[in-house]
Structure formats: C-alpha cells, structure tokens
C-alpha cells in the first residue's frame, strides 16, 4: 500500500476484513461519480469507507429502481465476486464525496476465494444486505408512504443528512414525487418539520417515531 491507503485503512482498519498482504489501491470519488456499472467487467472488489452512494437497476420495463443507499463501510462487487459473476449486476453511484479501497481481482482472485477470513466477511455482508432487503421490501408492501417516511426522516436525522434527496427519496419510497410532497407537506402543517432554505428540519421527533412504529432504515 502506498502512504495514503495505508493511512485511509489504518483509519478503518477496526471495521473491515483482514487486508494486509493484498495489493490494495485507494481511490477517493466525488459527488456523482459513478462507482460500478451494470454489465461492465467485475475487475475490483472495493470496500467504500467513507461518503455516501445509492444502489440502482435498471428494470425490463426500462424504469430504474432505487434498491438500496449506502453509507458506513460497504462492500462493492462481494455478490458478483461470492457467486462467480463476471459482471456487476448493479449501478451504484455517489451522492456525496467519499473514499473506498480496491483489491484487484485478476492478480489476487484465487488467494481472496482461498482466504477464509475474508469469506466470512463478505458473507456476513451478504446476509447483512439480504436481511435489510427482505425487511423493506416487507414495509414497502404492508405500510402506507406517510409511515415509511416518517422512519426515514427519523434515520435522516440520526445520520445528520440535512439535505433530502426528493426525487431519490420519492425512488425509495416506491412513490410518486407529488405524493412525496403533499405527505411532506401534511407533517410540516401537523408541526412535525420545518422547510427552510430548501430543507427539512425534523421539529417533533416524538410524533414521527409514533408515525413510523417499528418501521426502521438502518
């Protein structure tokens, strides 16, 4: 590892498999950089560490489904690279600036396939994902829009996102942007936000958590 990968994995060392003796490159992104692409070659496995991407596909209907947003430590290319894919199946793109770490997979493939520490890991994220997959494609189907919003303004807040993507969380939600807005609007005439300078602000904590129930989006 060169001085500033090092310094970037020493920073995350705590939260991510064992790496030393792999030949691991960094790379920092930018807002709306795109991070993997459907159909393209899976060359990397990547481990993001810092900032904030979204999960998208694209549909037989030709519509694009928003499936997931990242944030913490995630993995990229560990499904594809688990079931010996040889394409990433998914777009991902950043929404803010952040840094990942990168493994390339022509030189050490075989060695990360062989490394029973580094399975484990990918693993454990794997079902990590399939669980939080299965847990929102449950609350999209049996709880109305205003609730599931609700939790995620709650989770928006715990994670210090001031700034609420409409048309992204409108994907997320698996509703219309006008219906997104007019639930908006009803929790801000109910006193539950504010809308200031183009923001939501989070005012009655209390009445969002009693909205949301056990609807959560950690």
């Not at 490394?115 to 994220?125: N, P, S, V």
């Not at 992204?168 to 504010?194: I, K, P």
Request: aromatic share 8%; net charge neutral; glycine share 6%.
């Amino acid at each position: 590892m060169d001085a500033r990968t090092y310094a970037l994995w020493r920073k995350h060392v705590d939260k991510l498999p064992p790496l030393e003796g792999y030949p691991v490159s960094s790379h920092r992104f930018t807002a709306g950089e795109q991070l993997a692409s459907a159909g393209e070659p899976l060359t990397n496995l990547c481990f993001v560490v810092e900032g904030y991407a979204t999960v998208h596909r694209m549909m037989e209907n030709g519509r694009v489904a928003l499936l997931r947003e990242y944030q913490g430590i995630q993995c990229i290319g560990e499904l594809e690279f688990l079931m010996r894919y040889p394409t990433l199946t998914c777009d991902i793109r950043a929404t803010t600036a952040g840094a990942m770490l990168c493994i390339p997979l022509d030189e050490v493939g075989e060695k990360l396939a062989a490394d029973a520490a580094i399975l484990a890991f990918l693993g454990r994220e794997v079902a990590r994902k399939l669980e939080r997959t299965s847990r929102l494609a449950t609350q999209d189907r049996l709880y109305p829009v205003s609730a599931r919003l609700a939790a995620y303004l709650l989770y928006a807040q715990r994670n210090r996102q001031q700034d609420v993507h409409l048309t992204r969380l409108s994907e997320l939600m698996g509703t219309s942007y006008r219906h997104l807005l007019r639930t908006l609007r009803e929790f801000c005439d109910a006193g539950w936000l504010t809308h200031e300078a183009g923001q939501y602000r989070v005012l009655d904590a209390e009445a969002l958590a009693r909205m949301a129930g056990q609807i959560r989006y950690d």
